[in-house]
């Protein structure tokens, strides 16, 4: 007797141009009626050939189905041709939610239009009918407003809203059994709690079986009841969450589960130093927002922010997409100009500096971009990379440019002879090593960090933070660290300022913020993290609501919108930053 | 030495696997692959013309009044034209001449176009609409007519109806670039090189137009044949090759007054014309598949 959902001595292989090579070797996952599965893996170990292949949606050739049986309800779902895949399984029996809900949902239609239209073709259902359900369906995914919301256009939703409805098509249909492949990878913290806790919920009331897909293995501990560790496509170890967290058996699990708790409250006590190295006064930067009427708009993406970092001190930033966290760097970086304040590196404003005062500024003040797919020239070598900085700023010979280059190839980690690679030749974290080591390369006094770890596998990301906090010690920087990842903040910032819609709402010791949150929105950040401690998706705390637009942000405290805890003064006056206690202040009307 | 054998095999070996897939995408497409061969075929015959053809005098204007118009035979295999030169000894050195003028004007072409683009789309603003509205104004002709019109003005002759042809080609390529320049832009290496301090034009030149390459040569590929084809109708109209030279446009041309009696006159330059047109249109459509995965056929 096999169970509801059961894969056996399943075996893909896929076939490059030069060799054949197996992708997926799985003995054995089985998982019963309405239960959770949730499959861990870093990029490449095989989660998405394992969906697809679970659709009956995986391309041959390149991939080849060597063998195995994909048992669900009774029925080898290998066994099926195409065509019974497509009008009894795929859509109305097995659902599949994607990463990118825009890929799933299609841009010229409605997305009303395209809920009707997959009801009416699972469900045979008149349009009339087909209507009805479809903003039942909405209601279901509370998204409030349904009618109108089946007006607009994909691109017209945010990616919280679109990803509901991707859920209520897959619902709508009657699916039975759910894939999430990664469905919260594009979105912001409290949305991906607000969308885990609504697919917990409506999985009870709908009674539906989900094989959940992350990388992430706290979100996939939270949200499953069993999980399986997914390596080079063989599934290392599997199991009730608890017994897989608490006492790992497998090498790799075993790392994976440390490279997630070693972030936390690993800083050490850093010497104080009161030497400033950058200050930021009131610095504001609207974006022209170019509208069919004459009245001027603007997106006010960083509004009246004011900061210090001192010398050896590691700033981080903290908030979600949008929060203008990014402009705020950029501003910092002079890649743009802001719209009115001052940024003083060692005492001197930067949008007042002559050429050649400009061009030492930028030796001075490196960057290392989030994603080293694109942050590097896919057709430079990487001697070429790391050496840019090197021949703008500096008059060396080829020679010793190049004794250079492998001297920081060295003090990143990479072996002498990538210097002669392409970047392609080289795993995310290598590439991102490649980055550092071109920030690097002339001596920077401020580097800046845009989310250096968010788009690069787990175990690697905390090679790359051992590695800068090891850099830092060793070559006494200073660095900006800008990250949605509060895990990689608490690692290692010494001083944390939280941003929202373009304001600072707190600012303070990394130790006493994380400890005593004060603004609710710091609050509501931290607790809609899932941790490996965190027991269940409910625990969570969500915040309700979109972001709003920073063309027209409310008035007076931008976050009473969302704040369950806001009064009427909160929509009239805007507050300004206080000081708590000490070097902790926060923007709001609680702590005056 | 930094560059140790052992270190040198390393370096070249992923090199020579990039090229051996690239080679294994041309072989899966047998037309591709057919047009490659055809292409290097017309090459080698170009290279060696001179010392292939039979009659290499009969390229000038040696006449043999004889031999006037004499169908295919043993002898002359394509026939003789109204001079009594033979045809294939002529068709054959005419791969020379249309090849190194489409090389010429297309790579002309591409030396005013491809800097003009990368500047436009990167510089951006009052820089991006001059450069783009001339272009505008250079693509509101059909090429052909503006090429005729440029030729016209300076007078026929071959070199006149490359550059005319590069005049009116350039706006095609400029356009291209600026469209990946413009979306490069946003990529975080050209953003990482400003934080730097790399200054603009080594952006430029440097950063953005080695990746816009890749579908610059699917489009110079593509154009090959377009550029030969109207080389040739240039000649035809008298606007491009004078006689003697064994053009096959104004071979074509020429033919004209005796078409109805001499048959192979027009056709063997048609041909030619025909095969290297075909085989540069299968190629560039190969190179796109092969650079651009996303038009790949499975």
Known sequence: ?592 | MILKSSNLTEIIKPRIKEVGLSFYLLKKNKLTLAAFYVIIAIIVLAILAPFIVPYPSHISEEANAANKLLPPSQEFIFGTDELGRDIFSRVIYGTRISLTTAVLAVGLALLIGVPMGAIAGTIGGWVDETIMRITDIFLSFPPLLLAIAIVSIVGPSLNNAVIAIALSWWPWYTRLVRGQAVSLKERKFIQAAEAIGTSKWKIIFSHVVPNTISPVIVQASMDMGGVILTIASLSFLGLGAQAPTPEWGLMISTSRNYFLNAWWYSIFPGIAIFITVLAFNLLGDGFREIMDPKTRKN
């Open chain 1, 1 to 592: 007797m096999s169970a509801y959902f059961e894969i056996r001595n399943l075996k893909v292989d896929y076939r490059t141009y030069e060799k054949q090579q197996t992708v997926l070797d799985i003995k054995r996952i089985a998982i019963e009626r309405g239960k959770t599965y949730g499959i861990v893996g870093e990029s490449g170990s095989g989660k998405t050939v394992l969906a697809l292949t679970i659709m009956g949606l995986l391309q041959c050739p390149p991939g080849i189905i060597q063998g195995g049986e994909i048992i669900f309800d009774g029925q080898d779902l290998l066994k099926k041709n195409g065509k019974e895949m497509a009008e009894n399984y795929r859509g109305n029996r097995i659902a599949m939610i994607f990463q990118d809900p825009m890929s799933t949902l299609n841009p010229v239609f409605t997305v009303g239009y395209q809920m009707i239209q997959i009801i009416k073709q699972n469900q045979k259902l008149h349009k009339k009918d087909a209507y009805k359900k479809a903003v039942e369906m909405m209601q279901v995914v509370k998204l409030p407003d349904a009618e109108d919301i089946m007006q607009k256009y994909p691109h017209q939703l945010s990616g919280g809203q679109r990803q509901r409805i991707i859920i209520a098509m897959a619902l709508a249909c009657g699916a039975e059994f759910l894939i999430a492949d990664e469905p919260t990878r594009n979105l912001d913290v409290t949305i991906q709690a607000s969308i885990l806790k609504l697919m917990k919920e409506l999985q009870h009331k709908f009674g539906v079986t989900v094989l959940f897909i992350a990388n992430n293995l706290s979100l996939v501990s939270a949200f499953c009841d069993e999980i399986g560790i997914l390596h080079d496509g063989r599934i290392v170890e599997q199991g009730p969450v608890e017994n897989v967290i608490r006492s790992p058996q497998n090498l790799y699990t075993k790392m994976l589960i440390d490279s997630i708790t070693k972030g936390e409250n690993a800083r050490k006590k850093k010497q104080e130093n009161d030497e400033v190295l950058l200050e930021v006064r009131s610095l504001k930067k609207y974006f022209p927002v170019r509208k069919k009427t004459s009245e001027k708009l603007f997106v006010k993406a960083v509004d009246d922010v004011n900061l210090i970092v001192n010398k050896g001190e590691v700033l981080g930033i903290v908030g979600e997409s949008g929060c203008g966290k990014s402009t705020l760097v950029n501003t910092i970086l002079n890649l743009h100009e802001p719209t009115s304040g001052q940024v003083l590196f060692e005492g001197k404003n930067i949008f007042e500096l002559d050429r050649s005062q400009l061009r030492k500024t930028r030796k001075d003040i490196q960057i290392v971009f989030q994603d080293p797919y694109w942050s590097l020239n896919p057709r430079w070598l990487v001697k070429d990379i790391i050496s840019e900085p090197i021949k703008v700023h500096e008059k060396l010979d080829g020679i010793s440019i190049l004794k250079r280059v492998e001297g920081l190839l060295e003090l990143v980690g990479l072996p002498k002879n990538s210097a002669f690679k392409y970047p392609h030749e080289f795993s995310g974290g290598q590439r991102q090593r490649i980055a550092i080591a071109r920030a690097l390369a002339v001596n920077p006094k401020l580097v800046v960090l845009d989310e250096p770890t968010s788009s690069i596998d787990v175990i690697s990301q905390s090679q790359i933070l051992e590695l800068l906090e090891g850099l830092r010690e060793k070559l006494g920087l200073t660095n900006i660290l800008i990250s949605h990842d509060l895990s990689v903040v608490n690692y290692m910032a010494d001083k944390i300022i939280v941003m929202y819609l373009g304001k600072v709402v707190e600012y303070g010791d990394s130790a006493e913020v994380f400890k005593n949150p004060l603004h609710p929105y710091t609050k509501a950040l931290f607790n809609s993290i899932p941790s490996l401690e965190v027991n269940g998706i409910e625990s969570l705390t969500t915040l309700e609501g979109n972001v709003p637009s920073a063309i027209n942000p409310p008035s007076g405290c931008r976050f009473h919108t969302r704040c369950s805890m806001a009064s009427e003064r909160c929509s009239k006056e805007v507050p300004t930053m206080k000081v708590h206690s000490d070097n902790h202040s926060t923007a709001c009307f609680l702590y005056e």
